[in-house]
Every structure is written in C-alpha cells, then in structure tokens.
C-alpha cells in the first residue's frame, strides 16, 4: 500500500513538473488544438545599406544595418502551468531583441539609427531627398531663389533710377552711362545663374559671390557730383547707395554659404548565402498606392 501511495505521489510531482509554464516558438500563427494566436514578432536580417550623398568629401557610405525578416513572421505561444514564470520578451521594431534575460546579439546599437528608415510592414527603406539645406551656413534653396530676385529687383530698379534722373536734367558722363548698363546687365546675368539653385555647385555659387565683389569695386563711379541742392541728383546718388547696399548683403550671404547638395539616395540590398558564395540583391523601393513605377 505503501509503494501504491508512493507511485501516485512521484505521478502527481511529474505531472505537476511537466505542467510548468511554457513558451514555444512557431512560424505559425497557432498551434494544433489551440486556437489563440501567438505574439507575432520577427527575426533580425542583416542588409546592406549604400549612401550616396554626392559629397566631395564623402561622396559614398556604406554599412550593415539589421532589419525585421518581414518575409518569415515567427509566433511567441504561451502555456501557463503550475507555479509562476517570469517572460522577458522584448521587441524592438518587431524585432526580437531580448527574449529571457539573453540579448540577441545580432541587434546592434545601430538598430536605433536605422529606425528612422523602417515605416512599419510597407518598407524597409526609404529614400531621403532634403536639398532643402546648404552645407556650410543654414541658408536654404528659398534664400537662394530670394538672392536672385534681389538682384533682378537691384537690375531694375538701377536701370529706373537712372533713366529718372536723366528725364530730370541729370547729366552723366560717357563712362558712367557705360558702367550703368554694365552694371544692370551684370545683376541680370548673376541672378539668372542663381535661379536654379538644384543646378549649382560650391564652386558657382562663390563665382557668383566674387562676381558681385568685382562688381562693388567699381560701384560709386556710376555716382554723380551733386550739389548740396541738387535734389535730382542726390536722390539719384542716394539710390546707388541704397543698391549697393543690397547687393553688398547678398554677396556676403553667398559667401558664407554653399550650394544645395546633390540628393542623397539610399540603397539597400539583402544579403544571400547562395551555394557557398555572398550575393547583393537589391531591394525595390515600395512604390505608393496610386503613383506610376518608374
């Protein structure tokens, strides 16, 4: 009776040891017999990601980035039993990244830059276009375009002041009629080169800049000699004035700044083992719903 007793005691103690909390790992959704469905999580998958930024200095980037394996979704089943069980299971953008107290040590620390690229399940990249910044000095493609139409605006208005000044009996000489049209063509032709700032490069746009210093060198001789009376001709000096100073603030402003850099695009490629040999296969940018597949 005794060993009867003990046999069903050493039963209970096994059943109850094999009754502990459990957790399985399964590419399916649910298990045979069970009908709830697991904590969907992903695997890491290492890819590699190619920057071309354009840059002199740094014209192309590369690394290895580890991104969620969207193509094999793994399911975390739970099955409570006797007794407690504390889970640790922590994803990190749908990636397992610590399961028990063990980290996965393919999730690098660059996991966290990289997830700025991931928009959920629709992609694993993007592409970035910002040639809305200069490199150097915080000026941007609308200050660029605004530079141009100030020395469209100085062109005109040169070309106003003095035709006013001489309908009003002002007399200018042969070289200052000549330094006057060079001058308003001169403002013309550097705005145009400013117009399309994607077209630009460092180089121009500091041409552009020392064209306008050049130009200010020889800026007063379009001014005439007026008598402290002479209100015709010291309002015509006090536009040129006025006008240089204009022109001044935007050659300093392109000086301190740069041309837009070229689009930086990114592409990704996933990383294959095939037959003993490691092959690049490019990823396909998702294209939105409704926009044409270039």
């Known amino acids: 009776m005794r060993r009867l007793s003990a046999l ?10 094999t009754g502990c909390s459990t957790v399985t790992i399964s590419s399916k959704p649910q298990l045979d017999k069970d009908s709830r469905t697991g904590v969907k999580f992903y695997y890491s998958k290492p890819y590699f990601l190619v920057t071309r930024t354009g840059a002199k200095d ?13 193509e094999n979704p793994q399911f975390a089943h739970f099955r409570t039993g006797l007794g407690s069980t504390q889970l640790n299971l922590e994803l990190t953008n749908s990636i397992l990244s610590k399961f028990g107290q063990t980290g996965d040590s393919k999730i690098p620390e660059t996991l966290t830059a990289v997830s700025g690229l991931l928009t959920g399940a629709a992609g694993a990249f993007k592409t970035v276009r910002e040639a809305n910044k200069l490199q150097n000095e915080a000026l941007s493609v609308d200050e660029i375009r605004a530079a141009a139409d100030k020395l469209k605006a100085a062109s005109s208005d040169l070309k106003n002041a ?45 041409k552009v800049a020392g064209n306008l210093g050049s130009l200010l060198k020889n800026w007063d001789t379009m ?16 536009q040129v004035d006025a006008l240089k100073g204009t022109v001044t603030q935007v050659a300093d402003d392109l000086k301190k700044g740069s041309a837009p850099p070229p ?7 996933e990383i294959r083992q095939n037959g003993g040999k490691t092959e690049l296969v490019r990823v396909k940018e998702p294209v939105p719903a409704g926009a044409a597949r270039p």
């Open 223 to 238: 001014k005439v000699t007026a008598a402290p009376i002479a209100q015709n001709e010291q309002k015509y000096n006090g």
């Open 8 to 17: 069903l005691l050493s039963a209970v103690l096994f059943g109850g040891l």
């Open 162 to 206: 003095s035709d006013t000044a001489k309908s009003a009996g002002v007399t200018f000489t042969t070289d200052q009629n000549n330094q006057i049209q060079r001058t308003i063509d001169a403002l013309k032709s550097e705005a145009s080169k400013l117009e399309d700032p994607a077209g630009l490069d460092d180089e121009k746009v500091q």
């Open 58 to 70: 740094n014209p192309i980037s590369a690394q290895i980035v580890y991104l969620p394996d969207l």
């Open 263 to 269: 689009e930086a695009v990114f592409e990704l490629y």
